[in-house]
């Protein structure tokens, strides 16, 4: 069954998806209280600190700004200052409507990073920002992805329609990057970037687009977008998933895989498997959800080398984990979250600037919007977790 929300045909599925976020509840408890406060010092202390004073609504990469540095960050780092800013707006009550213009603000500054010179002739967001505010750069589907999926929340979120004609575009940009060529080591797979330089598929550049795909699925009913999701999972399980049940990194076109595990790259495939249990019914995908969250949980949590990771790769890892929960209740990984949250509060907070500072470094905006992130999901009301991407 089809429905219309904000102007386009969706599916029954998400319709519903967006009437829940519209109508949840206000009242949280003290907890959530607490959390929601961590995230709005967090985001006073990045703008304090890490705006740029002029008229781009753009950002530093980090603070202090050191000599030589680029004026503005990164389209990495900058797409997850908008999703943390999108995450604020979620907080409960007039908290979260607050931002409404914060976000405003981000949807602007995420067009600095607009560019049709990408090499395969479809539009997306380059890795720095287009004249007058820099010369560009070369495209990365998989920063192009976490677009994607932030607008594919802010449309189940909201109803916004730009965001899902976006995210669509973007999906059009990720097809654009599979690998066409049969004789290839793995042939297949979504290439991680568009530069000359490297040659890699990974699974951030592969899970993420299932998942965008997915979403848009659920939000349209288009059949190409299942497909092509389901090309690009079953490509990453079949060459980079390892026998220990979580996935490697890449591999290259000498068939070279990367063995590092890193956190975000364990979190995508969970959502991926959740978003294909609730389109199929199929309760093996959330068995290999569960599995997957398992093995990852035991490996960064109780072996205890979550801290190692970088806090942008665990925000991504446990909202996508809260993804599951949504689904199979529970709250292990809610307060594997929050013990991670108040760990990083009390040992990598500066209490006189109210940033975050992880192994001695400066702070990266980056970072300061993962923090962000992760409070601000933790002030949700929990039912809205299966809007996370």
């Known amino acids: ?19 829940l976020a519209q109508t949840v509840a206000p009242a949280t408890p003290r907890q959530s209280s607490t959390h929601a406060d961590r995230a709005v010092l967090s985001y006073q202390a990045l703008q304090r600190y890490l705006a740029v004073d002029d008229a781009s609504g753009l950002y530093h990469e980090r603070y202090p700004v050191a000599a030589g540095d680029n004026p503005y960050s990164y389209e990495w780092p900058f797409s997850q200052v908008h999703a943390a800013t999108l995450d604020l707006t979620g907080m409960p009550g007039r908290l979260g409507a607050g931002f409404g213009p914060d976000l405003a603000a981000r949807a602007a500054g995420q067009e600095r990073y607009w560019s049709t010179n990408g090499t395969t002739g479809v539009p997306g967001y380059a890795s720095y920002p287009e004249p007058p505010y820099g010369t560009g750069g070369d495209f990365f589907y998989d920063d192009n992805e ?14 916004d329609r730009a965001a899902l004609s976006r995210a669509e575009q973007l999906f059009t940009l990720v097809r654009s990057g599979w690998d066409t060529d049969p004789s290839h080591p793995a042939p297949g797979g979504v290439f991680w970037t568009q530069a000359g330089w490297s ?10 687009g299932a998942q965008l795909g997915l979403r848009l699925y659920q939000i349209t009913g288009r059949q190409s977008y299942l497909d092509w999701s389901k090309r690009m999972y079953e490509w990453t399980n079949r060459y980079l998933l390892s026998p220990d049940g979580l996935y490697w990194d890449h591999l290259n076109l000498s068939g070279t895989v990367e063995k590092t595990y890193w956190s975000y790259n364990q979190g995508v495939p969970v959502a991926v498997n959740v978003l294909l249990y609730r389109i199929t019914h199929d309760r093996n995908y959330l068995q290999r959800a569960e599995s997957i969250a398992r093995a990852a949980y035991d490996y960064f949590v109780t072996g205890g080398r979550l801290s190692g990771q970088p806090p942008y790769f665990n925000s991504i890892f446990f909202k996508n984990l809260l993804l599951l929960e949504s689904v199979t209740g529970g709250r292990t990984y809610h307060d594997a979250m929050d013990r991670y949250a108040a760990t990083v509060w009390s040992q990598n907070r500066d209490p006189a600037t109210g940033l975050f500072h992880f192994a001695g470094g400066p702070t990266e905006a980056i970072q300061q919007a993962a923090m962000i992130q992760i409070f601000a999901v933790l002030a949700w009301n929990p039912t809205q977790y299966a809007l996370l991407y």
């Open 146 to 159: 976490w677009v994607g999926l932030l607008d594919v929340q802010r449309y189940l979120m909201s109803g």
């Open 1 to 19: 069954m089809r429905i219309r929300t904000a102007g386009v045909a969706v599916t029954a599925a998400a319709a519903a998806l967006v009437l």
């Open 199 to 208: 040659n890699d598929r990974n699974t951030v550049s592969n899970m993420p």
